[in-house]
């Protein structure tokens, strides 16, 4: 099996954080693993995909992220 790529683990917390944050710290892990295999710093949200779309929610999940080593950036919507 192979390792997931940046794009599969944020597909992942998106799912989680419609679940209500089921296993979000697991799936920040994994996208942190997978921003290491390819060379990336950040990883890019879609806004308009967020549970919170605001912008203390955006703040909000910026924190959790970088408590966890990942930087969280927007697209422009």
């Not at 290491?36 to 710093?41: N, P, S, T």
């Amino acid at each position: 099996m192979s390792e997931p790529t940046v794009a599969d683990a944020t597909n992942r917390i998106y799912e989680s954080l419609q679940a209500d944050n089921a296993d979000i710290d697991m799936h920040i892990a994994t996208l942190k693993a997978a921003l290491a295999r390819e060379g990336l710093k950040e990883a890019v949200f879609d806004p308009a995909r967020l549970v919170q779309n605001n912008r203390s929610g955006r703040k909000l999940m910026q924190a959790y992220f970088r408590q966890r080593g990942v930087t969280v950036k927007f697209a422009a919507s």
